[in-house]
């Protein structure tokens, strides 16, 4: 089953955002994340909607933040982007009469649940500056090491 990449990469689109003055255009985060910009218009319109992000048109115009990374976590942004399935697996209704089925749905069920219930409290409490830090050091341990910076898909330093 195909995976729903939505949430990291909006997550690495506002931070990105963050270190970068100015606005980005839909073709630019389209770039950096090989999508198409219909698609990132439509997802970052989720995020515009909760007032995360704001966009002008025009010449000069583009993507900014409109909220600072302190202020955001990923529980925000997963219901910005429109709460997409947090797993792959499920219960099956084929057979919704066979008593089987009913014991295996039931279990199924309750620990998805669960676990779901988990995962989105977790989501609750780390912010995207939480993920800048952990870029920060990561950066730092690679610069120290003597090696060229992280690059994104757009080629660019992923501090420049």
């Not at 909220?67 to 429109?82: Q, S």
Request: net charge negative; with cysteine; aromatic share 4%.
């Amino acid at each position: 089953m195909r995976q729903d990449s939505r949430l990291s990469r909006m997550l690495h689109v506002l931070i990105h955002m963050d270190r970068h003055e100015g606005s980005a255009t839909s073709e630019v985060i389209a770039g950096m994340l090989n999508a198409n910009p219909v698609v990132i218009r439509r997802t970052m319109a989720g995020l515009r909607e909760k007032g995360y992000v704001r966009s002008e048109k025009g010449h000069g115009g583009g993507w900014t933040l409109n909220r600072p990374l302190e202020e955001l976590t990923l529980l925000d942004v997963y219901r910005a982007i429109g709460e997409p399935p947090v797993f792959a697996v499920g219960p099956a209704c084929d057979q919704p009469e066979c008593l089987v089925e009913q014991a295996v749905n039931a279990a199924l069920e309750d620990a998805l649940a669960e676990a779901e219930k988990l995962l989105l409290e977790r989501l609750g409490h780390v912010t995207l500056a939480d993920l800048a830090r952990d870029f920060d050091e990561r950066m730092a341990k690679v610069r120290s090491s003597g090696h060229e910076g992280a690059r994104c898909r757009e080629g660019k330093s992923a501090t420049a």
